[in-house]
């Protein structure tokens, strides 16, 4: 019963209409927890900043390293425990799904390295127009890549994300406050 009622409400994406001439606005979400693997996404947001206006969503260690970077329009976190910890709840998370929801984005690109029950729950609710996401799929209810159509396209890694845009890749960049 449960997993039916999640094929309905989350898995399947609601059409929107979608114009690859008018894209404009970008969400960059992730959900890598170390500073590490966030370094590691600055050269695909490099990539894409260029040619979209970039939001990031992330946890605290996302937000740092994002925070100079003054060619990201906005940087949103994820709600954390006082040990920085992701409070996987929608409850929690509700204001700023609201929030990303009023920025209508045009594409979705879900960098985390698997889909889990609460990335589908945040893209389903913010509802961008495409959502481009990757192949690992980790969730209690072991659904197959085949069975989650919310994305308009998986990959196999984050550089075939920025390929499929059409975009060069570029050098890591980390952006330093100035003293």
Not at 5 to 22: E, G, V
Not at 36 to 56: A, P, Q, R
Not at 90 to 115: G, W
Request: aromatic share 12%; charged share 30%.
């Amino acid at each position: 019963m449960i997993k039916k009622i999640w094929k309905k409400l989350l898995l399947k994406k609601f059409k929107k209409t979608y114009d690859s001439k008018k894209e404009k606005r970008i969400l960059f979400l992730t959900m890598q927890f170390g500073l590490g693997d966030g370094i590691n996404s600055t050269d695909i947001i490099e990539s894409l900043v260029d040619e979209y206006k970039v939001d990031t969503l992330g946890n605290v260690n996302q937000k740092i390293i994002n925070k100079y970077n003054p060619k990201i329009n906005n940087i949103y976190s994820y709600a954390c425990n006082k040990n920085k910890t992701l409070k996987k709840s929608i409850i929690m998370n509700l204001k700023l799904i609201l929030e990303l929801r009023k920025n209508n984005y045009d594409i979705i690109l879900d960098a985390h390295s698997s889909a889990g029950n609460f990335n589908l729950i945040f893209l389903r609710f913010i509802g961008g127009k495409k959502i481009l996401g990757l192949k690992k799929v980790n969730n209690r209810y072991n659904f197959n890549e085949n069975e989650i159509t919310l994305y308009d396209k998986l990959f196999n890694t984050q550089e075939e994300m920025v390929n499929y845009l059409g975009l060069k890749k570029k050098k890591k960049k980390i952006y330093l406050p100035e003293y």
